[in-house]
């Protein structure tokens, strides 16, 4: 029996995660669409996909929450087992910005809680049958922040450079699997996250006088999944229209 194909993608329901789920649709995978709190964008997210062809399948779960990810996600994992997911994006972020001095306890622990620990809660729960796969493709969303840190956000710094760090470690673990591990690190990409930003004035500092789209980013990330990346394991790829730092 020939297995389904799946690719999950956490915070699929707006923003980079949506233009993600499409992009997995259109390479032909069935796409696992998580989403925290609105279901309504996440069955508009399903509606896109499905438009390409295949299948698409909302999950609702925290991925901060380790019981709640092993209890939805991990429990899906054990009942379908004539279904594979080849393609893990951890897409699902979160800012709280604010100076050290200021920041709550809870502004670092929320953002560090999402994006690193739950970035390990998910991929806890798909790596394993990936690896028995002998074919996996692992993609972590990180930020220019992660690489060169970021004043008001060394929470968020902190969370995305822990990723970045993972994303390493993992590549070396896992390669001889044929499983791939590499980062993304968009700089300023328009979408919900970057609303409230003056992007007039933001957008001055970058080479390409303009902030990105969620489909650019996009573009990165099925090329990271096809099997045409196949020796590219361990990096971090910037998509930022220029700006280093
Ligand atoms: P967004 O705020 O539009 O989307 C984030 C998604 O993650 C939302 O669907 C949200 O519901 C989901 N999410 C948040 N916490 C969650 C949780 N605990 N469990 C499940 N889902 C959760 O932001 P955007 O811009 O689409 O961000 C996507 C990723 O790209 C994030 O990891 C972000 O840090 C990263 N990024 C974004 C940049 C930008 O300029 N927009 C720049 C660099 C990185």
Do not use: H
Not at 138 to 146: A, T
């Amino acid at each position: 029996m020939s297995q389904k194909k799946y690719a999950l993608v956490t915070g699929g329901s707006r923003g980079i995660g949506r233009a993600i789920c499409v992009k997995m649709a259109e390479l032909g995978y069935n796409v696992i669409i998580n989403y925290k709190g609105n279901k309504d964008a996440a069955l508009e997210t399903a509606r896109l996909v499905q438009e390409k062809g295949v299948e698409a399948e909302i999950m609702g779960f925290d991925i901060a929450n380790r019981t709640e990810v092993k209890q939805i996600l991990g429990s899906w994992v054990e009942t379908y087992k004539d279904v594979v997911i080849e393609v893990l994006v951890n897409n699902a972020g979160i800012r709280q910005d604010v100076l050290l001095p200021m920041m709550s306890d809870e502004q670092w622990d929320s953002v560090i809680d999402t994006s690193l620990q739950g970035m390990y809660n998910v991929t806890k729960q798909v790596l394993t049958p990936m690896v028995m796969n002998r074919f996996g493709r692992i993609i972590n969303i990180v930020s220019l922040s992660g690489i060169k840190g970021m004043p008001g956000q060394v929470n968020y710094s902190a969370a995305k450079a822990g990723m970045i760090g993972a994303t390493k470690a993992m590549a070396q673990e896992i390669a001889r699997r044929n499983i791939t591990v590499n980062a993304i690190a968009p700089g300023f990409i328009k979408t919900d996250m970057t609303e409230e930003l003056n992007e007039k004035e933001l957008a001055n500092m970058i080479p390409m006088k303009r902030f990105g789209t969620a489909e650019e980013v996009a573009e990165l990330v099925g090329f990271l999944a096809s099997k045409q990346s196949s020796y590219i394991t361990g990096q971090v790829i910037s998509i930022n229209g220029g700006l280093y730092t």
